[in-house]
Nanobody
Framework: DVQLVESGGGSVQTGNSLRLSCVASGYTYTMAWFRQAPGKEREGVAAADSERRTSYADSVKGRFTISKDNDENTLYLQMNSLKPEDTAMYYC????????????????????WGRGTQVTVS
């Protein structure tokens, strides 16, 4: 399993932007961002694979953009127009598998997880 390290979280005001980064210790085909707010289930936010196919949760479509740099083994999440309901711990996840359709947003599909980076929107 690869090691994943997230960065880029912080505290911002509503409407502002943040860019999260996740560096993997090695190559992995499919990567994703999940988030978990206090008292809530961990939910998929966006996923990307090495063919640049992407998936997004409905709640972030049009505001968040995921990208995967295959050369640098790095995953990014550009978050624009942030809302208080985006407040959560954001986790990077990875699995070295190609899915027939789009990369999944199901947490059980992912084998490696980072420790998370906190995003707070007020």
């Amino acid at each position: 399993d690869v090691q994943l390290v997230e960065s880029g979280g912080g505290s911002v005001q509503t409407g502002n932007s943040l860019r999260l980064s996740c560096v993997a210790s090695g190559y992995t085909y499919t990567m994703a961002w999940f988030r978990q707010a206090p008292g809530k289930e961990r939910e998929g936010v966006a996923a990307a694979d090495s063919e640049r196919r992407t998936s997004y949760a409905d709640s972030v479509k049009g505001r968040f953009t995921i990208s995967k740099d295959n050369d640098e083994n790095t995953l990014y999440l550009q978050m624009n127009s942030l809302k208080p309901e985006d407040t959560a711990m954001y986790y990077c996840a990875a699995v070295n598998r190609r899915y027939t359709r789009y990369p999944p947003l199901t947490k059980n599909e992912y084998k490696s997880w980072g420790r998370g980076t906190q995003v707070t929107v007020s």
